[in-house]
């Protein structure tokens, strides 16, 4: 826990950064670290440069970003579960003899879960549908038994 905070002075409001929301002035504990900021585009910048959660400060572009590296990852550790190094390698392996049923699954999954991923963009970039949520409505990413390819 960093027990920092940021005084956003143009709104006389407090922003936690372990919580990655704003604080009421009486959450704040003795002694923690209050920096004050001019502005909330500043404090910003500051939460970005130091890897900090943007939490209710994100932006549309932010979000929508997330989103789109959440995707990638899950896509990634799925083609892992079969060894693959990432999502590309095992959409490849279509192009090869051996593994070319795995390769013609990994791309059929990639585009199911591009083509919900697009469809939901406008709902996560409004703030209507958390990245948490979207990535839940994305297609079941799983291999098929061995009989099933």
């Known amino acids: 826990m960093t027990n920092w905070f940021y005084h956003l002075m143009d709104k006389g409001v407090y922003w936690s950064v372990d ?5 009421d002035f009486s959450a704040i504990p003795e002694g923690a670290n209050v920096i004050p900021v001019p502005d909330r585009a500043y404090l910003v910048d500051v939460l970005k440069q130091y890897g900090f959660e943007l939490g209710e400060l994100a932006g ?3 979000l929508l970003k997330r989103f789109h590296e959440e995707i990638a990852k899950s896509l990634d550790a799925f083609a892992q579960e079969k060894q693959y190094d990432n999502m590309d ?3 490849l392996a279509a192009l090869t003899a051996d ?3 795995d390769g013609e699954f990994a791309n059929q999954l990639y585009d199911r879960v591009w083509t919900t991923a697009f469809v939901l963009e406008e709902e996560v970039r409004g703030g ?3 990245v948490e949520a979207a990535i839940k409505k994305l297609p079941e990413m799983k291999w098929p038994e061995r009989g099933d390819l």
Request: charged residues 30%; positive net charge; proline residues 6%.
């Open 19 to 23: 919580a990655a929301s704003f604080a």
């Open 89 to 91: 390698k095992a959409r």
């Open 99 to 101: 593994f070319r049923a």
């Open 60 to 62: 549309p572009d932010d």
């Open 128 to 130: 209507s549908l958390s």
